[in-house]
């Protein structure tokens, strides 16, 4: 039987992961996950679909010693199993990674994931990993040529992980008069604007039918994220958001974002982290629920965005969509390509792993 191992030793971008197991699964692999204990500790609705898991303990981490002890038992480990193909989930940065990927370069097929092409011809770190490392994937066609490579060994293919587990959906009904568009994640200043979108509603006729869905908590005790709160209140403006105080369970997240129109990204400007080098995590919630965007125009020279998103460059603007949008004056753009299918995408993972060993 084809073996292969997923790797992700940090505490995030398990979100790649259940596309990964899937494809590979439903090719006939054994397949084995080694994650860190965080991810651990919120896989199960996945856990039950590899052969094996082996956990990253928190207190290994930490320490020096533990870490290359950790590295060594991972290496035999592969060995005893004959584990043929290894993907390091995150395929940068780690002492881990530069590590483990040394010792085994001869002795499996190794890939990697780069989350972020930012540093890949520039870091020292990087220039070590791909020397074991030749073979990577990055998550959006656009990425494929958005950045020229200097190592002339490397290959570089694009796959979606846009596959999610099926999650039960405990929810209230949304009322059909109702217009959902979610803002996935926690209210974070440093990764979104929110005072563009209460700047666009208040720009905009009083809509009772429109609401903005933070999907994430709002953590009311961080002073800048009260100072918002108050502000919407302050202005009239609270009718039109949903918000949650505490952390949103999966299946809720989820929950909520199937049943929502759209998924806005609230940016006044994207610089070069995601005009060139990386994608934002709403991409790809976007693209697996066959949900239209609506994005800053600084990103309409991807072609994904073009082909599912509504552009706008200030308040003004988006505040002119949130109108169209509840009055019924837009239509959506269906998914309609093969490209977004789970054999498309199963095939171009598993077919660049297996065609390069």
């Not at 084809?2 to 439903?26: G, R, T």
């Not at 390509?337 to 660049?352: C, I």
Request: net charge positive.
């Amino acid at each position: 039987m084809k073996k292969a191992a997923l790797v992700e030793f940090n505490s995030y971008h398990d979100e790649c992961l259940y596309s990964q197991i899937k494809f590979l699964k439903d090719s006939g692999y054994e397949v084995t996950l080694i994650i860190s204990q965080q991810i651990f500790e919120r896989a199960h609705e996945y856990l039950q679909l590899v052969d094996d898991t082996v956990i990253y303990p928190k207190n290994s981490q930490k320490r020096f010693l533990n870490r290359i002890a950790f590295i060594t038992r991972l290496y035999r480990l592969v060995g005893k199993k004959r584990i043929q193909t290894i993907v390091f989930n995150t395929a940068s940065s780690r002492l881990e990674v530069i590590l483990l990927s040394h010792l085994l370069r001869r002795k499996a097929h190794l890939f990697g994931i780069l989350h972020n092409l930012k540093k890949v011809n520039h870091s020292f770190s990087q220039k070590l990993i791909n020397k074991a490392i030749k073979h990577f994937f990055v998550l959006n066609d656009f990425l494929l040529d958005s950045v020229p490579l200097k190592d002339n060994s490397i290959k570089i293919k694009s796959f979606y992980p846009i596959f999610f587990p099926e999650y039960g959906n405990s929810l209230p009904a949304k009322p059909k008069d109702e217009v959902w568009i979610s803002i996935p994640g926690k209210l974070d200043f440093g990764r979104r604007d929110y005072y563009l979108v209460a700047e666009a509603l208040e720009k905009m006729p009083i809509k009772n039918d429109l609401k903005i869905l933070i999907l994430g908590s709002t953590y009311p005790s961080d002073p800048k994220n009260k100072e918002f709160l108050e502000y919407l209140e302050a202005h009239n403006l609270l009718n039109y958001f949903i918000t949650f105080e505490h952390f949103l369970e999966n299946d809720a997240f989820h929950g909520y974002l199937k049943n929502s129109d759209y998924i806005l990204i609230p940016l006044r400007s994207v610089g070069d982290n995601y005009a060139k080098y990386k994608i934002m995590g709403s991409y790809n919630l976007a693209f697996g629920y066959g949900i239209n965007l609506i994005s800053p125009q600084d990103i309409q020279h991807i072609q994904d965005m073009v082909s599912h998103s509504l552009f706008y460059k200030d308040a003004i603007e988006l505040s002119e969509i949130f109108t169209k949008i509840s009055n019924g004056e837009i239509s959506k753009k269906d998914y309609v390509s093969e490209k977004w299918s789970f054999e498309e995408q199963k095939n171009r993972y598993v077919n660049f792993l297996e065609s390069n060993q």
